[in-house]
């Protein structure tokens, strides 16, 4: 009954039903994968599994539909508002109105949306020690319909220090009938202690005849047109559904990557500074998503150079923009580029100076575009 959203991913689902026949459910899971391959579709849908077990009622499958079963307890990452408190340490249940109605309106969402839903585009979302606090009190209750209690983490990675060290004496010593399922993008961020509790259970990007056949039944869309999207989706029903619509952020980065690139070909140093100060005005969410779209594009560029077509997955625009300027990106510059794009997203991750970090990327595309 649980995993009607989820697209593809026939082998984990039935691994996940495996632990439950064979009875070697453990009382921790990590799934882990990149954004949009299905792992919160997955964790949520075998949440309803563990917790209909026995008590498949009308009444219990209508709460699990609703996902407003009283032994699902939510996890996720939060900011601080300014109508909170000075001491106030923001925790799930500030959000839960929020979060529910971005559960309920699909499972394939980002941090971005997340930010959004919270009203907090250009701020920081983490876990707490409120958070595990929190979360201790609720799990010390019995269950109350007498089964599992399920405690679904959504982006561990994001808990700070004092968090996760009350989250790992849970894991070391759970309470009964418990199961912690926890959804990881980036997993190298965990304590290793609490990695080596845990489960892990990696969820590759979803294959492409699943996206394929997924368009056609749920958007009727025809053949040619799913396998078009399907070829730039990447394995992420999420960059699926971004290509159904008319993505305004896509359309910015592609303004941003066309004028760097224009402007650094023509070493125009004053320009390129104005550059660098618009894209520090974003969010440093939207920088990372911008420098992460930079990749990808330079990516395409390369293969469109070497007439591997079939390989590139772009959008028309893009590809109209790759005629010309692909015979720019070749062996010679193109790990540079990512070498230095890459140092550019830890930089910004790490809260470097915006406009110091895009300036000097800006100024060293200079030198690389030419390079062959």
């Not at 979060?99 to 707490?128: C, K, R, S």
Request: net charge negative; hydrophobic share 40%.
């Amino acid at each position: 009954m649980g995993f009607e959203q989820v697209i593809g991913q026939k082998e984990i689902q039935e691994r996940l039903m495996q632990l439950l026949r064979e009875e070697r459910l453990p009382h921790a899971l990590m799934l882990c994968g990149p954004q949009g391959c299905g792992k919160m579709a997955l964790a949520v849908g075998f949440a309803k599994e563990l917790l209909s077990i026995g008590n498949a009622t009308a009444n219990t499958t209508a709460m699990l539909d609703n996902l407003e079963h009283p032994d699902l307890h939510f996890t996720y990452p939060t900011i601080k508002l300014p109508s909170m408190g000075g001491d106030h340490k923001p925790v799930s249940d500030d959000f839960a109105k929020e979060w529910h109605a971005m559960v309920m309106g699909g499972l394939y969402f980002t941090m971005t949306d997340w930010l959004e839903q919270m009203g907090g585009e250009n701020q920081q979302a983490i876990i707490t020690a409120g958070e595990s606090d929190a979360l201790i009190r609720k799990l010390s209750l019995k269950s109350s319909q007498g089964g599992y209690k399920v405690s679904l983490i959504w982006l561990p990675e994001r808990m700070n220090i004092e968090c996760a060290n009350k989250i790992l004496k849970l894991l070391e010593e759970p309470p009964t009938q418990t199961v912690f399922i926890m959804v990881c993008e980036e997993p190298e961020k965990l304590l290793d202690t609490i990695r080596s509790r845990v489960q892990r259970i990696d969820v590759k990007r979803i294959d492409n005849d699943s996206i394929c056949q997924a368009l056609k039944d749920q958007r009727g869309l025809s053949e040619d047109m799913a396998q078009r999207i399907t070829r730039m989706a990447n394995g992420s029903w999420r960059q699926t559904l971004d290509l159904l619509t008319v993505d305004s952020e896509s359309e910015l980065f592609l303004d941003m990557f066309q004028s760097l690139m224009r402007l650094a070909y023509q070493r125009r140093i004053k320009d390129l500074k104005q550059w660098s100060e618009r894209m520090a005005s974003m969010g440093r969410e939207r920088q990372k998503r911008f420098l992460n779209y930079f990749l990808r594009l330079i990516r395409e560029n390369f293969m469109y150079n070497f007439q591997q077509e079939e390989l590139c997955y772009m959008s028309q625009r893009e590809e109209e923009f790759a005629r010309n300027f692909a015979r720019f990106i070749n062996e010679a510059n193109i790990l540079p580029i990512c070498d230095l794009v890459t140092r550019a997203i830890r930089d910004i991750g790490q809260n470097a100076n915006a406009k110091i970090v895009f300036f000097d990327m800006a100024l060293q595309m200079i030198v690389l575009l030419i390079q062959k």
